[in-house]
């Protein structure tokens, strides 16, 4: 077992540890790209589904109503 190839190690909190070659730790800069890249979710209830932006420019049902203006309009000649 004397032939045995050296690996290099790092010192973490648990001990030291033989880290595999082809493999590097995990970063903190990994963990958060990795964070950002997820999709939002509530912090309550993950599970629950988007309400619908019913407001302002978004607002379908405001688009399907009549202008009275537009209206008053067409009456005139």
């Known amino acids: 077992m004397t032939d045995a190839p050296k690996l290099p190690t790092e010192t973490t909190p648990e001990g030291e540890q033989i880290v595999a070659p082809g ?9 958060l790209d990795w964070r950002a890249r997820q999709p939002m979710a509530p912090k309550r209830n993950p599970n629950t589904e988007q309400k619908p932006c019913d407001l302002g420019l978004f607002d379908v049902e405001g688009r399907r109503q009549i202008d009275w203006i537009d209206e008053a309009r067409k009456g005139k000649p």
């Open 23 to 31: 493999v590097k730790p995990i970063t903190v800069r990994d963990r």
